[in-house]
């Protein structure tokens, strides 16, 4: 999940074979697309891209939230911020605070920050953020494919670590 413009469709089609519509306008995408991710070898998982979330979503404002129960079912979530926007911090802030606003079972879900478009910044580099509970952090460019593989071993790791711990919740 992300602002308008963060780039989400365009991560989900260069890590799946999903085709989303890409453009450089607000609000692109009006339904979720889902995408295949698979791995070198036969591991697989389904990745969700979303309608863009302003501020006041939870509100209705933009496209409202409505299209985030498509996602109530997903184990973990990606925030995904663009290099650009600078203000880093309030960012996450404010996606947080939409979701939080949604509903408290979507916030509380595993969940990653991933900075997208650091072909802007020129150098590579990860944006310090406060970002509580988070298991990771990443930094991705689509265009440079940048940062890819990396996300991707990190996701299937996380995946890893739920089955697990919901496995050891069964066992009690
Ligand atoms: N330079 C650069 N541009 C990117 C990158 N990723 C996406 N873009 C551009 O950013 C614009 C928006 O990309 P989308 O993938 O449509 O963004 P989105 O988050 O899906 O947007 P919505 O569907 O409107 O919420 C397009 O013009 C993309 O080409 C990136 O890593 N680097
Ligand atoms: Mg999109």
Redesign the pocket.
């Known amino acids: 999940m992300?602002q308008?413009?963060?780039?989400?469709?365009?991560l989900l089609s260069v890590i799946s074979a999903a085709r989303p519509k890409?453009?450089?306008y607000?609000?692109?995408?009006l339904q979720p697309n889902l995408g295949v991710v698979q791995l070198s070898d036969h591991r697989t998982f389904v990745v969700a891209?979303i309608?863009?979330i302003i501020e006041g979503a939870s509100e209705g404002k933009g496209l409202g939230l409505q299209f985030l129960r498509h996602i109530e079912r997903t184990r973990a979530l990606a925030f995904l911020i663009p290099i650009d926007v600078l203000e880093w911090q309030d960012e996450y802030d404010k996606l947080r605070a939409e979701i939080a606003a949604y509903s408290a079972e979507l916030a509380a879900k595993p969940h990653c920050v991933i900075f997208?478009?650091l072909?802007?910044w020129g150098e590579q580099m990860t944006p310090e953020i406060n970002a509580p509970g988070a298991f990771g952090i990443y930094s991705i460019?689509?265009?440079g494919r940048m940062g890819l593989d990396e996300l991707k071993a990190a996701w299937w790791g996380e995946l890893l670590v739920l089955k697990k711990g919901l496995a050891g919740e069964k066992k009690q």
């Open positions: 992300g308008p413009n963060a780039g989400k469709s365009t890409i453009a450089d607000p609000f692109t995408t891209d309608p863009g997208s478009k072909d802007l460019s689509a265009p």
